[in-house]
């Protein structure tokens, strides 16, 4: 079976092109499952499920979904097995700069909103870091001149991902995206698989359960801000 | 880049083959795509952006310079061959003109001499009713300023041979001179347009139905002296809305043409 993970930040656009890009690889027989991973609800399987797929939902709820895809991915794997599929596509929200959902023999996408991305590009983290391929949405909304721009800023910070622009709303893009899935290479288990990025784990004591504030109650890695660095300014 | 760029015809959404066979894309030409919704044409031009070998959903091929396999040029993002102009883009940058336009040649390998700043603020300034300056912020310009910056970027800055225009707004900048400025840089044009001024100004129009090119279309002289006409009836319309905004009472004497 052949794995992709698409991952990106909330409303960027996955679901759009994901969905027409589906429409295309079906015209080849592919058979595709898609599991939709969200924190709190997420209305996606209803859109997938128009194309009459396997879709699955998994809520992460209070842990970060990168983590919990981690947790879940060979059991999302195996489900997709059984039913029947050859390609599984994973679409997971990309919300914490600090994690990346990627596994290493995965097809790695990720997919960013230009509009909201184009001006801090250097805080998109692991996620871009990481990727096989980097999507670039909403490019309807955007000058080329400015997308340029853009591109350059990603080369920078991953020189080997593939990067293409997609529009979500007329499709375009969708027949390239989906050569580069039905070329992807295919497995039959990904036991034993690694993910590309190493995630911060849980390691104060808010991360599990504690909700006073003050010094006392503070367990574990405590990273203190560091006051002596703000503006010269003061009202005293 | 190359020269030209062949389109062999696949087959439509029925699976039949598509009714024109062959078709040459030239530089220095403006191409409409002119069909209902549904009816493939962005199809057309994704096939045409990842040069399409034959084994798509259409089954086109995409050939160049008369018949060579364009192995090379596909996939990457530096060897892309479509740049896209379309009425809802916006710039979105916090920065001045200036400070952008020199940073942007930066970024696309282009040698940052002054001049070429120059040259796009002066092709734009050409197109847009209202001035450009250098240090506008480019977030306030306002629509036809930054169509007209946006083309005259893409004539002068744009690495791709081909163009794509999504409808462009009529308001604020001279769309017969933008045209002209696009297919003057040496590029193919393509123009997605429901607007018929827009529309005639393809020397071809490809019609599209049903998923497949079904009709090549010569813009015949009358077509051309229709295009004339609509042009100076949309210059009129132009000046009305001048007038209107400037807050004038419009009279006999203004002399509109009408
Ligand atoms: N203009 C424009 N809008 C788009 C594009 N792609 C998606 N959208 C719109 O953006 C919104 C979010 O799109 P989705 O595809 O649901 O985004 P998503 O990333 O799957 O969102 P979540 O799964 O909720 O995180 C929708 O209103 C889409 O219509 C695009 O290329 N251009
Ligand atoms: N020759 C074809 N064979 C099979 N499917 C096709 C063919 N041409 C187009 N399609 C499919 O038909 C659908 C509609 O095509 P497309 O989006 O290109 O239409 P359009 O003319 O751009 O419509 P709009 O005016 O709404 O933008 C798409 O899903 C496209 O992949
Ligand atoms: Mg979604
Ligand atoms: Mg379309
Ligand atoms: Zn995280």
């Known amino acids: 079976m052949k794995l992709v993970i698409a991952a990106g930040p909330p409303a960027s656009g996955k679901t759009s092109i994901l969905f027409k890009t589906i429409k295309y690889l079906k015209g080849f027989n592919a058979k595709i499952a898609v599991a939709k991973l969200d924190c709190l609800t997420s ?35 195996n489900w997709a097995k059984k039913s029947g599929a050859d390609y599984l596509i994973v679409e997971t929200a990309g919300l914490c700069n600090r994690c990346a959902p990627f596994i290493d023999r995965a097809l790695n996408i990720c997919l960013i909103d230009c509009l909201s991305s184009i001006k801090v590009p250097k805080k998109l983290g692991p996620i871009v870091t990481t990727s096989d391929i980097i999507l670039i949405s909403k490019v309807d909304m955007v000058s ?22 997609v529009n979500g709303l007329s499709g375009f893009g969708s027949q390239r995206v989906g050569n580069i899935i039905l070329n992807s ?8 698989d690694i993910l590309r990025h190493s995630m911060p784990s849980a390691t104060c004591s808010y991360c599990v359960g504690e909700i006073r504030i003050g010094g006392m109650y503070q367990q574990g890695i405590i990273n203190k801000m560091d006051f002596s660095k703000g503006s010269d300014f003061s009202y005293v | 880049m190359f020269k030209n760029l062949l389109i062999i015809g696949g087959q439509d959404k029925n699976e039949n083959r598509e009714l024109i066979g062959e078709l040459y894309l030239e530089k220095g030409k403006i191409y409409t795509i002119v069909g209902p919704t ?5 199809q057309l031009i994704e096939d045409i952006e990842c040069l399409s070998d034959g084994f798509g959903l259409t089954k086109r091929k995409i050939l160049i310079d008369d018949g060579i396999s364009p192995q090379h040029l596909r996939s990457s993002y530096q060897n892309r061959l479509v740049s896209h102009l379309s009425q809802n883009m916006h710039f979105i940058l916090d920065m001045s003109v200036i400070n952008f336009l ?29 001035k450009i300056l250098g240090h506008f912020s480019l977030t306030t310009l ?4 930054s169509r007209a910056l946006m083309i005259a970027d893409v004539a002068i800055n744009g690495t791709t041979p081909i163009i794509l225009i999504d409808e462009i707004e009529n308001a604020g900048i001279d769309r017969l001179r933008a045209m002209k400025i696009l297919v003057d840089s040496d590029k193919i044009v393509l123009v997605v ?11 071809k129009r490809i019609v599209m139905k049903n998923g497949g090119i079904s009709k090549i ?28 905004r400037r807050g004038k009472q419009l009279e006999k004497e203004c002399f509109y043409g009408l």
């Open chain 2, 217 to 244: 279309i010569n813009r015949n002289p009358y077509e051309l002296s229709l295009l004339k006409q609509l042009h100076s009836i949309n210059k009129v319309t132009e000046t009305i809305r001048d007038d209107l």
């Open chain 1, 144 to 165: 080329q001149a400015e997308r340029e721009v853009f591109v350059y800023n990603l080369i920078q910070l991953n020189p080997t991902a593939q990067i293409l622009e």
């Open chain 2, 193 to 203: 347009t429901h607007d018929p001024l827009l529309a005639l100004y393809g020397h």
């Open chain 1, 43 to 77: 209305d996606d399987e209803r859109v997938y499920e128009a194309l009459n797929i396997p879709v699955i939902t998994g809520l992460s709820e209070n842990l970060c979904p990168d983590h919990f895809l981690a947790i879940n991915i060979i059991e999302i794997f």
């Open chain 2, 38 to 42: 549904g009816s493939g044409k962005t």
């Open chain 2, 142 to 145: 306002s629509g036809g300023q």
């Open chain 1, 185 to 192: 290479p295919s497995y039959d288990s990904i036991d034993g």
């Open chain 2, 102 to 130: 020199k940073m942007r040649l930066k970024c696309t390998n282009f040698p940052d001499d002054i001049k070429s700043v120059e040259k796009i603020l002066e092709y734009a300034n050409e197109l847009s009713g209202e």
